[in-house]
């Protein structure tokens, strides 16, 4: 009789994390679960403030699956922030909840019904908020999004508030939480033109120019 072994482990992190701007100070990871199901969580200990809007969709969030780590897809751009009583106006791209599971489109019935509609949405276009964080009519008070894990119907996308607190308070045990710092340049320049980098998190420091 043979005996199925199920590995619930990841292996160690590779510490690389993709981003759309290098004006960023990144710091060493510290030591983080390799457990199904953990995850590492990235925010912005400021706005990038020459950057209005993100260059990719992101998640900055890299969730340990049987896979392996989700990639970490990470912006600090102004506009990934929302306004108290306004979360319904939040038009950023971040595409995962707070857990690194990744959001459902809003214009499919699966895996979780709903019945919201373009009017809803600050896009006017159910099609156009895509799988997109949002707070659709500002149902739940800050961007949310239903997720593709059929056994978790929706999730908070821990979108911070714009003249909020930048930390937020963790919603998951089973995590480990990082931050880095948005960069400040006299010239709004910062280490090379290129976007959709990959860093890797050892100390690694961009010059301005």
Known sequence: MNTLFIILDCAVNDGKIYVDNTCVTLQTILPYNTKYGSNITFRCKSRLLQQSVAGFKFCPVELCTPGGWTDGYISCARTECYHELLSKKYMGTRS??????????????????????????????????????????????????????PDVTWEFCEIPQCAGKVYIKDRMINRFVFSFSAGYCKNGICGFSNTYLVFVLRGLKRNCY
């Open 96 to 149: 995962c909840g707070f857990s690194g599971t990744s959001c459902q489109l809003w214009n499919q019935q699966s895996p979780h019904i709903h019945s919201h509609v373009s009017s809803d949405f600050p896009d006017l276009d159910i099609d156009l908020a895509m799988n997109y964080c949002r707070d659709p009519g500002g149902s739940r008070g800050e961007p949310w999004c239903y997720t593709t894990n």
